[in-house]
DNA sequence: TCTTTATGGTGAG
DNA sequence: TCACCCTAAAGAT
């Protein structure tokens, strides 16, 4: 259940695990028989994340792996047990096994099914080719909220329900706000404040929001789960002691403070 | 043993 | 906006 900085973990963990290895690839579900077989055998190159799409690349093949919202990964260097009858492709190369579960997408792309992916992805905190320019651009043209707007990877690529709702939150921006309304300052500074929680997402495998120094701590990863989040699925505000809000929005439930944010 | 929920996305109407 | 796809774990009964 990802996020964009889940997805650019595994590509980095994938692709340190398995470059330069000759696979070994099976689908035992039976789903991804065709890709199985495109990719087994072959030499993997590299590993890309672009928003929270992965792009395994062989000499001649290209893998594309979304997680959707109920795939994940699961690694095994020693005990390998057998295969779930869930599993959609087990990748095996040097001492590493990667079993992938449930994803909503896992097939083999050519360079213009590869290029139709790209082109629905807006610019991507996390790469070094994203900027906030391009997010100012896509979001200033975008006639819904500003907190519709963030789950739209065209408009930014990799944030999620989590990561839009803390944003905001950290920004100070109303989500209801309309999305081409927000000043270019705002929009880079906002840009900003995603980039950062997601690079911390990156470091720390997991969402935290809150500064350590609200809790007394000293760094961020010594924060707790239940401490790191401050509005996603919250009840009360911990700036202001407020009800905090909760609505569909984009069609996920966003959660904000209608005091803090306004 | 159910029912519910989840950090996602697509295509039809 | 809605129905639908994909899976596992937690919670309710």
């Known amino acids: 259940m990802p996020e964009g900085h889940v997805l650019h973990r595994l590509a980095r963990e994938h692709e340190k695990a398995l470059a330069d290895a000759a696979l070994t690839v099976s689908s035992p579900q039976g789903r991804a028989r065709a890709a199985a077989a495109d990719l087994d055998g072959t030499t993997l190159l590299a590993v890309e994340a672009i928003g929270k799409h992965l792009f395994y690349r062989s000499a001649a093949t290209t893998l594309h792996v979304h997680l959707g919202l109920f795939g994940r990964f699961r690694s095994y260097h020693a005990d390998v047990p057998p295969p779930r009858p ?12 990667i079993d992938l579960i449930g994803p909503t997408d896992c097939r083999i792309v050519d ?10 992805l807006g610019p991507d905190p996390l790469r070094a080719d994203g900027t906030a320019e ?9 006639r ?20 839009r709702a803390e944003a905001l939150f950290v920004a100070a921006i109303d989500p209801l706000r309309s999305a081409a309304s927000v000043p270019l300052a705002e929009a880079t500074a906002l840009w900003e404040t995603i980039r950062t929680l997601m690079r911390e997402g ?15 701590l000293r760094s961020r990863g010594s924060i707790r789960n239940a401490d790191a989040l401050y509005v996603y699925k919250r009840q009360t505000c911990l700036r ?12 996920r439930s966003l959660y904000w403070c209608p005091s803090c944010q306004s």
């Open 144 to 163: 819904i909220t500003i907190g519709a707007a963030l789950l739209d990877q065209r408009v930014i690529a990799g944030v999620g329900n989590i990561f």
């Open 240 to 251: 202001c002691g407020g009800t905090i809000g909760s609505a569909a929005v984009g069609g």
């Open 134 to 142: 391009e997010f100012a651009h896509r979001l200033s043209r975008r």
């Open 111 to 120: 360079r213009d099914e590869e290029e139709t992916i790209r082109e629905r």
């Open 202 to 216: 990156v470091r720390l495998g997991r969402i935290v929001a809150r500064e350590p120094v609200e809790l007394g």
């Open 86 to 97: 869930t599993t959609r492709l087990r990748i095996q190369g040097g001492s590493t096994t």
